[in-house]
């Protein structure tokens, strides 16, 4: 499987603030990039996903965000929140076999 | 619909025992996936049938591993014997690809193998 490539490993934002994650990714035949979260002592949950012929799509305060020539791709959350503390995954796929990125540990201080 | 639903939640073994995970997927998702989660490796996919067929098994780390969907509605994975290195949480999601890409993941089950 070919690697998708996740940061940062952790990341603290102030409630209201801005989270960014970032993805990259090698195979260029991916045509589906979803973005899971997971609560502790759950599994992944769809978030929000994109495909490569547009270059953002936007949900409520999630937003990806996506550059296909440098084959990387983000997750902006807006104005975040202590609930949305959770670990993020990205993921690429062609087909339907999910390669995901190492996750992202997101806490969000009050 | 219930979701994913998988058991036993915990697992606690020792070196050497068989153990065995189970896996209902949600009416009428036709794929069903097997993955390993550690804090080293990340999320990896396991196996995946559609079905009820094995498609690809290439992320089985090894013969001690071994997966069937004898029916739509169930599904398990075997790991025998199992040994310390293969403490994880293994989780278990079905989809209805490709009329939804979504994987839909049950809760995981916790294995410790001591």
């Known amino acids: 499987q070919q690697q998708v490539k996740q940061s940062p490993q952790s990341l603290i934002v102030q409630k209201g603030g801005i989270s960014i994650i970032n993805c990259a990714y090698e195979?260029?035949?991916?045509?589906?990039f979803p973005w899971y979260q997971q609560f502790p002592g759950k599994g992944p949950a769809l978030l929000i996903a994109i495909r490569p012929d547009v270059s953002e799509k936007k949900e409520g305060r999630f937003t990806i965000s996506f550059n296909k020539s440098a084959k990387q791709f983000s997750l902006h959350i807006m104005d975040s929140q202590p609930g949305d503390s959770a670990t993020y995954f990205c993921a690429a796929s062609k087909g339907n076999m999910l390669t995901f990125g190492g996750g992202t540990r997101l806490m969000v201080k009050p | 619909d219930a979701g994913v639903i998988q058991s036993p939640r915990h697992e606690v073994t020792e070196m050497g025992q068989e153990v065995t995970l189970r896996c209902k997927p949600i009416?009428?998702?036709?794929?069903l996936f097997w993955y390993r989660q550690t804090m080293m490796r990340g999320l990896e996919l396991l196996i995946y049938f559609n079905n009820n067929v094995p498609i690809d098994d290439s992320g089985m780390p090894e013969d001690r591993f071994s997966a069937k969907m004898p029916n739509a509605s169930f599904s398990t994975l075997k790991i025998q014997p199992s040994e310390p290195r293969d403490s994880a949480v293994y989780f278990c999601a079905s989809s209805l690809f490709p009329e939804d890409y979504e994987q839909y993941f049950g809760p995981g089950t916790r294995l410790t193998v001591t």
């Open positions: 009416s009428g998702h036709d794929y």
């Open positions: 195979n260029t035949a991916f045509d589906y």
